[in-house]
Nanobody
Framework: QLAESGGGLMQAGGSLRLSCAAS????????VGWFRQGLGKEREFVAT????????YYVDSVKGRFTISRDNAKNTVYLQMNSLKPEDTAVYYC?????????????????WGQGTQVTVSS
């Protein structure tokens, strides 16, 4: 199972760093992605990173503001979020990409965490 942490309440323009840690399994050989789901909205792809960190992909709305990274020695993936906007408010989830293609499709992902709430006030 994966566990997300680092969420919280932040003013617009601020920064947060989310962490995704694995317990009971390693994901060092797999792509890992971040998704988010706002209240009343569909779950949305945010970012993904290949197992070796050579490839990263982002949804257009976060490009230039968010950075995904990983530390395989710590079995942890991070999402650095800068210049936060109220529209970034959502529950953020991480999951393992079993296709291992750094997919942007949620159906390729398994072992979702419980999520961490990010709230950005204007």
């Amino acid at each position: 199972q994966l566990a997300e942490s680092g969420g919280g309440l932040m003013q617009a323009g601020g920064s947060l760093r989310l962490s995704c840690a694995a317990s009971g399994r390693t994901f060092s050989s797999y792509s890992v992605g971040w998704f988010r789901q706002g209240l009343g909205k569909e779950r949305e792809f945010v970012a993904t990173i290949s197992w070796n960190a050579y490839r990263t992909y982002y949804v257009d709305s976060v490009k230039g503001r968010f950075t995904i990274s990983r530390d395989n020695a710590k079995n942890t993936v991070y999402l650095q979020m800068n210049s936060l906007k109220p529209e970034d408010t959502a529950v953020y989830y991480c999951a393992i990409d079993l296709s291992n293609r750094a997919s942007t499709a949620a159906y390729d992902y398994r072992y979702w965490g419980q999520g961490t709430q990010v709230t950005v006030s204007s």
